[in-house]
């Protein structure tokens, strides 16, 4: 556990286990599974930035989400474009969006924050399940596989690899973002905005940035899983899609960008796990939600490790 | 961090393969929304596949091999569902997937299933599933086009040539709205109002209201669950005398027992399952839906609806191509669906080829009018 | 004429449940500083009991009081068992802890009650009514005078009894309410059962209209905290007219914008709002503490 609080010692240790997954789990749903939780884990990373180290929330990172995804599904699937072309049209619309709206929402504080972006990511959904025309409605539309300047990766394998190395330039980026001045501002914000902003932080432009850079991270990740699923519905923008990711941050333990990782883990694998308990499967994974966070009411992550110190210490 | 995933992914392998060990049973794959908002659909599927996978295994299972049912639960959302699809074609290894509750659900399996070349049936509506045909995806249940067609063919013959059409935001409701607005010019008749409401409201008087002030001679309510219920109280309410009609969503002792006396007159598409003791003798249908019936409110009470009848389709044109092929070798399993003719099922004589791939024509659709809180057919 | 009052009805029908749900928001978040997500919960179980029991046969003044103990009940175990478990955890905790909980009741729902739609019968018939060109059910003047009289006793409760004002000062300081001798470990107990009933008496007055299920409370439950945090979150006054602002907007949205849109003109509705009065219609600018 030492080895995750050094700056690159928890990277390397990603790394090799990342690398070693696929002959653990070798068949196409594991790895699927595998692929799914990188998914979520590059969001949660992004959003961890927000909740965990900005003290914001945001109930709308679905809609970002799904805005990258229909991004990619529309321009590649109705308009030929290149997909690294989509993807980063994708990113930088999100980009301007959350930049235009960050300003106005992140004035408010609290649950007026929080409300605002919910609001955000309805008509987000609201917009991309009406659109019949460009967006398929509510049944979704299909999405051309992902061609990279004449490759296209086959397979769930293939894309285990694109997916592990974007989760761990995810979090090298998360990590230098912490540590660089705007990571300090962040804290600072966190602690006490007043005094931050006495102290001479310009507390809204810090949030501003940081709340671009989340909706980017779920952007792109929509992106790409709309290529690799081949397929995208509204409900990837809807409310409840923003819960969860929200949830992802807060079980594995705020500001511990691990801890992101292991929400998106747990948030991902439990309802495979639970798929045999049929009409159980909801009161189960409700009960271990609650149970988790009244247990380790600070997250997984720096519950256990709190718990492994103690247990040193004795 | 890496011994959690470790475990975890020890503990998911075990959880998954703890289940191979019988006499090779013949494995059928479904992915159904037996929870969430289309719930009320996949519940009555689950237990019918349930119920019929039992019934076939008691009476010796297929080519003599037991049948084992590996269902998961989609809870109404496709990416679940292109999960657990995968699940099935890679981990459980299933010989054909049945469901798909919702087009959603069934749209985002079908690239997997074209890929893997397994044969799946789906028990959703909407057209896009089967045309343009693809050749590994089949559906039972009659399309949306096909209720918009019967719909406005029976308006036509009353002289109600000016439509309102209201319909529910949800898959269904907007493909419904979509194969209505395009077939009308051809059945003779317009479509004046075109209105909106979303799954989950709760009154629909504002959309109503204006139906109210415009000159359509009809009404035409494309939608799922408890929502066509409450417009058709609001329609009541509001004293609307026009003539209300309402898809095969609705196909359901339910929606009689929420709309209560508001449903009097109300017209509607339905499979012939819903009057199973109304039919003629001589319908080729009465044998079927008659004994669906008493088996499905022998095990589980209460009333059957059309989705269940789906499944049992599914489940039973699957069953027969595998006996007609003598092998569940998944080309010879959908040469054989492709080839069924004749078979006669809960929602109507499935007559496949390989430019249809659900095989059900207009006369699967029987016109049903609400009278004394029962249904009555009309044509 | 018709048209508007028509649509001024069923807005204020629909924006009565969601400023009944709205109050049950304020009063957790004034005790607790909780946004309970579990709140459509509440209403969904007054729905789907009242439906269930007087299915049984009960009369349905008797489901009706039953249901709303019953959520009662819910609502302080959920308070007991759950968040009073977790308290001094950050505040984003104790509402992931509400959302398991909604999941959980959800879960709980389905399994006791099934998945099918359940009807209610109206209190009182079904013979519409007409008022100013407007029809309206009877079940519609149920919904607007039940929640008119229960806003009326609850703002008499906190004016006017001490229990009253032990909430009020237990959320504008529990610390200096503890010292002034007063339980706040009851208080918040209390505001959770009445909050619970609050939504489930909004519950089994709507489940007339539009009949009760499992996943009813969750449409219910936004729209409720939309309209607690339009109106000024913690305030009980805001509460109520945000939620009929909301319902009203609705309603006349559909009638002349877009029925597809309708949801999205009232999330538009919130950042307009927000946009000029960042703390909601009725909220006080409150200084911060530094």
């Known amino acids: 556990m030492k080895l995750l609080d050094s700056r690159y010692g928890g990277l390397l240790l990603l790394a090799a286990g990342l690398l070693l997954l696929p002959w653990l789990a070798g068949n196409a749903y594991l790895l699927d599974v595998a692929n799914r939780i990188a998914i979520n884990a590059i969001i949660a990373v992004g959003l961890n930035l927000l909740i965990g180290y900005a003290g914001q929330i945001s109930l709308g990172h679905a809609g970002f989400l799904g805005l990258g995804a229909y991004a990619s599904a529309i321009l590649c699937g109705s308009y030929d474009w290149p997909a690294w072309l989509a993807l980063l049209s994708a990113a930088a619309g999100v980009a301007l969006l959350a930049f235009l709206v960050a300003r106005p929402i992140l004035r408010l504080k609290g649950h007026y924050l929080a409300m605002a972006t919910l609001g955000l990511g309805m008509i987000v959904s609201l917009v991309l399940s009406n659109e019949s025309a460009l967006t398929g409605g509510p049944d979704g539309m299909a999405v051309p596989g992902l061609v990279l300047f004449g490759w296209e990766p086959q397979g769930e394998r293939a894309w285990y690899w694109i997916f592990a190395t974007l989760l761990l330039l995810a979090i090298w980026l998360a990590q230098n973002l912490i540590d660089s001045p705007l990571g300090r501002a962040l804290r600072a914000v966190h602690g006490s905005e007043v005094a931050a902003r006495v102290a001479g932080v310009d507390t809204t432009a810090c949030k501003v940035q940081v709340f671009v850079i989340s909706a980017v991270f779920a952007a792109i990740a929509g992106s790409l899983s709309a290529h690799y699923t081949g397929f995208v519905t509204p409900g990837q923008a809807s409310f409840l899609h923003s819960v969860e990711l929200v949830t992802m941050v807060v079980i594995g333990g705020m500001a511990s960008t691990y801890g992101a990782v292991l929400g998106a883990a747990l948030m991902t694998l439990l309802p495979q796990l639970l798929s045999g308990l049929e009409d159980y499967e909801m009161l189960v994974f409700g009960l271990i939600l609650m149970v988790s966070m009244i247990v380790l009411p600070q997250g997984l992550l720096p519950g256990l490790r709190g718990w492994l110190q103690t247990r040193r210490a004795a | ?379 | 004429m018709s048209a508007e009052m028509q649509f001024l009805v069923s807005g204020l029908t629909i924006g009565a449940i969601y400023a009944l749900a709205a109050l049950g928001f304020t009063l957790i978040y004034n005790a607790s500083g909780v946004i309970n997500f579990a709140q459509g919960e509440f209403i969904m179980i007054g729905g789907m009991l009242t439906a269930v029991l007087s299915g049984l046969g009960l009369p349905l003044w008797l489901a009706l009081v039953l249901a709303v103990a019953g959520a009662a009940l819910v609502g302080m175990l959920l308070q007991r068992l759950a968040l009073d478990r977790a308290r001094g955890a950050p505040v984003v905790s104790l509402v992931i802890i509400t959302i398991g909980a909604s999941i959980f009741l959800r879960g709980l729902a389905q399994l006791l009650w099934g998945k099918q739609f359940r009807p209610l019968p109206a209190f009182s018939g079904e013979q519409p009514l007409h008022l100013l060109g407007a029809t309206l059910v009877p079940q519609t003047l149920w919904v607007m005078g039940v929640s008119a009289l229960l806003m009326l006793a609850l703002g008499l409760f906190f004016s006017r009894t001490l229990s009253g004002k032990a909430v009020l000062a237990t959320a504008i300081n529990a610390a200096a309410a503890r010292l002034s001798g007063i339980d706040t470990r009851s208080v918040l107990l209390a505001c959770f059962a009445l909050s619970a009933a609050l939504g489930a008496i909004g519950g089994a007055l709507i489940a007339p209209i539009t009949a009760a299920s499992y996943e009813m409370g969750l449409m219910l439950g936004i729209k409720g905290f939309v309209a607690a945090v339009l109106g000024g979150l913690g305030v009980s006054a805001g509460a109520v007219a945000g939620g009929l602002l909301l319902g009203v907007a609705e309603t006349l949205a559909a009638g002349y914008l877009s029925s597809a849109y309708k949801d999205a003109v009232a999330f538009a509705l919130i950042f307009v709002v927000l946009f000029f009065l960042p703390n909601g219609l009725f909220g006080q600018r409150a200084s911060e503490r530094v």
Not at chain 2, 96 to 115: F, N, Q
Not at chain 2, 272 to 288: E, F, G, N
Request: glycine share 10%; charged share 20%.
């Open chain 2, 1 to 379: 961090m890496k011994r959690i995933s470790l475990t975890l992914s020890v503990l998911l392998g075990l959880g998954l393969t703890a289940a191979t060990q019988a006499a090779e049973p013949i494995r059928i794959g479904s992915v159904l929304s037996v929870s969430g908002p289309a719930a009320f659909l996949g519940d009555p599927e689950l237990k019918t596949l349930q119920l019929y996978v039992e019934r076939l295994n008691a009476a010796g299972g297929l080519l003599g091999r037991p049948l084992e049912l590996v269902h998961y639960d989609d809870a109404g959302e496709a990416a679940k569902a292109n999960t657990f699809v995968k699940r099935l074609i890679a981990s459980d290894k299933v010989d054909v997937i049945l469901g798909g509750t919702t087009t959603g659900a069934t749209m985002a399996a079908v690239p997997l299933v074209e890929k893997a070349q397994l044969p799946f049936i789906s028990f959703a509506g909407a057209v896009v599933i089967v045309d343009p045909v693809k050749p590994w995806v089949f559906k039972t249940p009659h399309t949306d086009r096909m209720a918009c067609e019967k719909v406005f063919a029976d308006m036509h013959k009353r002289g109600l040539l000016r439509v309102a059409l209201l319909s529910e935001t949800s898959g269904f409701g907007k493909s419904g709205h979509d194969q209505c607005v395009d077939v009308a010019p051809a059945q003779g008749v317009s479509i004046v109002v075109d209105e909106t409401y979303g799954a989950k409201d709760t009154d629909m008087s504002a959309q109503l209201t204006k139906v109210r002030g415009s000159d359509a001679q009809a009404v035409l309510v494309f939608g799922l669950g408890q929502s066509p219920a409450i417009v058709t109280k609001n329609y009541r309410q509001l004293g609307i005398e026009l003539p209300l009609y309402q898809s095969h969503g609705v196909a359901s002792k339910e929606f009689l027992a929420l709309a209560g006396a508001a449903a009097e007159g109300v017209r509607l598409p339905s499979p012939a399952l819903l009057v199973a003791d109304k039919l003629a003798d001589s319908d080729p249908q009465k044998a079927v839906v008659t004994g669906y019936t008493a088996a499905y409110t022998q095990k589980f009470g209460g009333e059957v609806s059309t989705f269940g009848g789906y499944a049992y389709d599914g489940l039973m044109l699957w069953a027969d191509a595998v006996k007609r092929a003598g092998s569940v070798e998944a080309d010879k399993v959908r040469a054989a669906l492709e080839a069924t003719r004749g078979y006669v099922g809960a929602s109507g004589v499935v007559n496949m080829s390989p430019s249809d791939h659900m095989g059900l024509d207009a006369s699967a659709f029987r016109m049903l009018e609400v009278r004394d809180g029962g249904w009555t057919l009309v044509d």
